[in-house]
């Protein structure tokens, strides 16, 4: 979703300032004439999905990747866990990488 967002002069994203992460939006759905209440929804990149999944426990698994940044993941937990193991250097790394391209 940051390819939502305005450029400054020096190509960083202006985000909203009540706005933690870019992924935060608020949906309403519209139809037929009726409107129903808003809802928050989080849009989260692969690698801060990983990262999290990984400090709470849970390994995380890249099953499909698609068009736009769009994926299908795997999130586990309990005794796979201590099965699988992953290198959170890499993830650092591709996180530096995905947020070069976005500067």
Same mark, same amino acid.
């Given at each position: 979703?940051?390819?939502?967002?305005?450029?400054?002069?020096?190509?960083?994203?202006?985000?909203?300032?009540?706005?933690?992460?870019?992924?935060?939006?608020?949906?309403?759905?519209?139809? +037929?004439?009726?409107?129903?209440?808003?809802?928050?929804?989080?849009?989260?990149?692969?690698?801060?999905?990983?990262?999290?999944?990984?400090?709470?426990?849970?390994?995380?698994?890249?099953?499909?990747?698609?068009?736009?940044?769009?994926?299908?993941?795997?999130?586990?937990?309990?005794?796979?866990?201590?099965?699988?193991?992953?290198?959170?250097?890499?993830?650092?790394?591709?996180? +530096?990488?995905?947020?070069? +391209?976005? +500067?």
């Amino acid at each position: 979703l940051i390819y939502m967002y305005d450029r400054d002069l020096d190509g960083g994203y202006i985000l909203p300032g009540e706005v933690a992460y870019y992924g935060e939006v608020q949906f309403t759905v519209h139809y +037929e004439g009726r409107k129903d209440k808003p809802f928050d929804w989080l849009y989260v990149d692969y690698n801060t999905l990983q990262r999290a999944a990984l400090n709470h426990g849970f390994v995380c698994e890249l099953l499909v990747q698609g068009h736009s940044r769009s994926y299908l993941a795997r999130l586990t937990r309990g005794a796979e866990l201590e099965a699988r193991s992953c290198d959170l250097g890499t993830i650092v790394e591709d996180q +530096e990488e995905e947020e070069e +391209e976005f +500067e």
